[in-house]
């Protein structure tokens, strides 16, 4: 069974760093486009930043030049460096990863999310 497992989130201070790390594991065949998204209360979930298995990236323009993502195939993991940080990043963070299991058709899996808050 597949499952995404997030980490790294917690409290900081207004111009500080944080980095979220996301693990899939699994009977896992294809890996393809990894994200991640965030939701604060009140808020509908919104795309914070996606890459592509050829490390193709987008990103949201409101973290745009802040926020980087990267990935590692072979160990199946993505990860969000978040720098300069401000109160309007907190949200709970969920990752996101499209998935093929072997005989099976790809599917969307997401993660338990992690709380990110940015407060002094």
């Known amino acids: 069974q597949v499952q995404l497992v997030e980490s790294g989130g917690g409290l900081v201070q207004p111009g500080g760093s944080l980095r979220l790390s996301c693990a899939a594991s699994?009977?896992?065949?294809?890996?393809?486009?990894l994200g991640w998204y965030r939701q604060a209360p009140g808020k509908e979930r919104e795309l914070v930043a996606t890459?592509?298995?050829?490390?193709?990236?987008v990103y949201a323009d409101s973290i745009k030049g802040r926020f980087s993502i990267s990935r590692d195939n072979a160990k199946k993991w993505v990860d969000l460096q978040m720098n300069s940080l401000k109160p309007e990043d907190t949200a709970v963070y969920y990752c996101?990863?499209?998935?093929?299991?072997?005989?099976?058709?790809?599917?969307?899996?997401w993660g338990q999310g992690t709380q990110v808050t940015v407060s002094s």
């Open positions: 699994g009977n896992i065949f294809v890996l393809g486009v």
């Open positions: 890459i592509t298995a050829n490390k193709i990236t």
């Open positions: 996101c990863a499209e998935i093929q299991e072997l005989g099976s058709r790809r599917t969307y899996y």
